[in-house]
């Protein structure tokens, strides 16, 4: 079975303070992707970046960045100098790789992340 | 990117009743998944449906409560049958495509 694990359930920080949101997971699985998405308050899913279990480089787009560690089973996720705007929940997702590409995800519980003025 | 359009946006049922969830996507596509939020809740996938086969349930959600159609390879139901208050989520239709999932915006079902 697969889990994922935020156990963030709600973070507050100043703006333009960096923040880390952490991700953990278990899959009996070889092979399998990593998701993040963000949901802000107007309720659509947005897709941050997608990872191969292959790929352990960490990426970086703006001011986001991932830190795959698979010795550790943890996807992390980082936003530097944070803003208003960065306010949402955000999920971490696992899916197994089907052959044809990601399968159905399995979400963590998600972290309502707050950026205060 | 995959455009999802998903009807109804929202609606409020009376117990009991059965709704009808449509998802259109403007690509082709092997697998559609279906997912529920509840309330403050995180997204479960109900199923996965491929186009010419029943769906495929995940544990906890039946095809006599979830019914899903996939007629060709751009579109799908799922269907919330005898609902009760406990039905009152967003539904999600999702797709994959050009390395990302695609998730349309939902429809919001409340239930009295």
């Known amino acids: 079975a697969q889990k994922v694990t935020q156990a963030q359930t709600e973070i507050s920080v100043v703006e333009k303070e960096d923040v880390t949101l952490d991700c953990v997971y278990e899959t009996r699985d070889t092979t399998y992707y990593l998701f993040w998405y963000k949901q802000p308050p107007s309720g659509e899913l947005v897709f941050l970046i997608r990872?191969?279990?292959?790929?352990?480089q960490n990426e970086i787009s703006g001011r986001y960045s991932w830190n795959f560690q698979k010795s550790t089973s943890s996807f992390n996720f980082t936003i530097t100098a944070s803003q208003v705007v960065d306010s949402a929940v955000y999920f971490c997702a696992l899916s197994p790789y089907s052959g044809g590409g990601a399968d159905g995800l399995t979400f963590g519980k998600g972290t309502h992340l707050i950026i205060q003025p | 990117s995959a455009v999802i359009s998903q009807k109804p946006s929202r609606d409020i049922c009376q117990r009991g009743t059965s709704l009808t969830i449509q998802c259109q996507v403007d690509s082709q596509v092997t697998m559609m998944f279906w997912y529920r939020q509840q309330p403050g809740q995180s997204l479960t996938l109900i199923a996965t449906a491929n186009q010419g086969s029943e769906a495929t349930y995940e544990s906890g959600f039946v095809i006599d409560k979830f019914p899903i159609s996939r007629p060709n390879l751009t579109f799908s139901t799922l269907t919330v049958s005898n609902m009760s208050p406990e039905d009152s989520s967003i539904y999600l239709c999702?797709?994959?495509?050009?390395?990302?999932?695609?998730f349309g915006e939902g429809s919001r079902l409340t239930v009295l």
């Open positions: 999702s797709v994959e495509g050009y390395g990302e999932l695609f």
């Open positions: 990872r191969n279990s292959f790929d352990e």
